[in-house]
Structure formats: structure tokens, C-alpha cells
């Protein structure tokens, strides 16, 4: 299950832009979705060759790298357990994890802020557990997302990706940096106060000529929404036949959409989105379509 996966480059339609394409991360795994396959991937390899068969990690009641990881240790024939990070609840994201035999540890959000000292005092007697941080953050993240890059072609202007704790933008920016690209990332932050990103991305690749950051597409926070988020997601999936996600793909587009009516771009300028999958997430906002 470790060997080469591959997401296909799909031309996006558009009125303006002739070279609007979008690679489908979300196509790679319907639980294992996305970025969350492209972070994972090392970590578990690493487990494996340390021998590790316990899958431990951390994250809130709607994460899909909880789903992710649920499903990957599944399919890789480990245990796994994960801190969900509040009072007990239940919901179609966590149901998802229990099937995958994920064993769920519901834990205050104090004591859930150090998640060293949780792992120790539940784990410490197993030896066979393996720590995975909050998100999968992780050097092992950053090398898994930088072979996105590798997979599209080398002549694209602009690549665009949503953020949360920047290490997919960071390994998408190493990928670029290490086949000498002229390729700028933008990266559009899911939550308020983003410009903490450019940071997470300078601690794990030491470089960011070629970045740019797109602070104002968080449309009141991670997790919000707004009318006009919503509209536009209407919209965007109904003519294009793709399904995205308010959370994180839906701003990124957004931004997309409005640099293009401030004429950001040349008409036939290179776009890549990089859809980071996620899907499951809609499932949390039902209400609110
Ligand atoms: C987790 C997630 C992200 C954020 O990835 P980071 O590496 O934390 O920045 C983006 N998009 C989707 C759909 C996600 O699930």
C-alpha cells in the first residue's frame, strides 16, 4: 500500500482563464483523502520500520486526519487510537473512525494542549505505540507533500493550496524549491491570523522567496462560513461537477476567483488548485446548505 499513488491534473472550466486546472488529491482515497494520504504516508513507513503497530494521534471531533489515520492504520492492518480533543460527543466523522477500529480518547481541552505528556501517560507501557502529532505535522509530512510537484508538469505560473497549520503548503514549496521551479505558492489560511503560516513554512524549509500569502479568504475563522462562501460553493460544484469543502478548498478557490477580478493573473497564465480532499467535512455543516 506504500507504493506510487497518483492523483490526476483536471482542467477546470472558465470563462477567463484558459490554463485553470485542478490536481485531485481528494480522488486518492475517500477516507484516506487528500493531503492527509500525502502527510501520512512516511510516518506510517517509519512505524513500520520500527516496528510500531499502534497508531496514536490527536485532533477535534470533525478532523479528517482522524478519518485519515483511522482508515490508513486499518488499511495497513495497525491499531490506532486518537485524543479528540473535548467532552465526549458523537458524530458522522467519529462514527467513521470507531468502524475503522479507531479507539477514541475524549480529553479535556487543557489537558489536551500537551499532548507529549498525554501520549506517555497512556502509552509509556507500549512499546509498539507511535506518536503522530495533531494534523500529522511532521518533516515526513513536508517530503510526502513535496512529491505533488513531482507529479505536475513544470511550466505552471501559480499553485495554489489551503493552509491550516502550513506543513502540506510547506512540503508543496520544498517540492518547488528542489526542482528549481519559478513557480509561486500561494497559500490561503482556513482560519484567522494566518500570517503565523509563513513561519511554520520557514521552520521546516528555511526559504519562502516564492511563497505568497493570502490572509483575508477566512471568512471569520476556521470552521466559518459565510453567505458569500456558500453561494460561491454552490456555484463552483454545480458547474463544475467537483465536490469541495467549506472548510478549506472552498476559501482557496474564492481567493482564486476574486484575484481574478482584481486582474491578478495574465489571461494565460498556468493555474494548479490543489484540491487537498476532505470531503467528510460537509457532513458537520448539513444546516447550512
Ligand atoms: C487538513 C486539511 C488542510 C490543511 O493542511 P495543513 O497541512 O494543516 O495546512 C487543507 N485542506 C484539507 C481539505 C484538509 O483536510
Not at 485519515?68 to 490506532?80: E, P
Not at 509509556?124 to 510537484?149: K, L
Not at 453561494?231 to 458547474?239: L, N, P, R
Request: proline residues 3%; glycine residues 8%; charged residues 20%.
Amino acid at each position: 500500500m506504500f507504493t506510487d499513488i497518483y492523483s490526476p491534473l483536471q482542467q477546470l472550466k472558465h470563462p477567463i482563464l484558459s490554463q485553470f486546472w485542478m490536481k485531485r488529491d481528494d480522488l486518492i482515497d475517500p477516507y484516506i483523502s487528500g493531503n492527509k494520504w500525502r502527510k501520512l504516508k512516511y510516518l506510517l513507513a517509519r512505524a513500520f520500520k520500527e516496528n510500531k503497530h499502534h497508531l496514536v494521534t490527536f485532533g477535534g471531533a470533525y478532523s479528517n486526519h482522524l478519518v485519515a489515520t483511522a482508515a490508513a492504520a486499518a488499511k495497513a492492518g495497525l491499531k490506532s487510537s486518537a485524543f479528540v480533543r473535548g467532552e465526549e460527543v458523537e458524530n458522522e466523522m467519529l462514527m467513521i473512525c470507531r468502524l475503522f477500529g479507531m479507539n477514541l480518547i475524549f480529553t479535556d481541552r487543557t489537558s489536551y494542549k500537551d499532548k507529549t505528556q498525554l501520549f506517555l501517560q497512556h502509552f509509556a507501557e507500549q512499546p509498539e505505540a507511535f506518536f503522530i502529532d495533531e494534523g500529522g505535522a511532521s518533516a515526513e509530512a513536508v517530503q510526502g507533500c513535496a512529491e505533488i510537484i513531482a507529479e505536475l508538469p513544470g511550466d505552471i505560473d501559480h499553485i495554489f493550496c489551503a493552509a491550516g497549520t502550513g506543513t502540506t503548503a510547506a512540503g508543496l514549496l520544498k517540492g518547488i524549491q528542489e526542482r528549481g521551479l519559478k513557480t509561486t505558492l500561494h497559500v490561503v489560511p482556513a482560519l484567522k491570523g494566518g500570517q503565523f503560516i509563513e513561519d511554520e513554512i520557514f521552520k521546516y524549509i528555511g526559504n519562502t522567496a516564492q511563497l505568497v500569502l493570502h490572509t483575508n479568504y477566512h471568512f471569520g475563522g476556521y470552521a466559518k462560513t459565510q453567505p458569500a462562501l456558500i453561494s460561491f460553493m454552490k456555484d463552483f460544484v454545480s458547474k463544475q461537477g467537483i465536490l469541495i469543502d467549506p472548510v478549506y478548498t472552498a476559501k482557496m478557490l474564492f481567493a482564486i476567483e476574486d484575484l481574478i477580478a482584481t486582474d491578478y493573473f495574465k489571461p494565460q497564465d498556468k493555474i494548479v488548485a490543489l484540491h487537498t480532499g476532505g470531503l467528510l467535512g460537509i457532513l458537520g455543516m448539513k444546516e447550512k446548505f
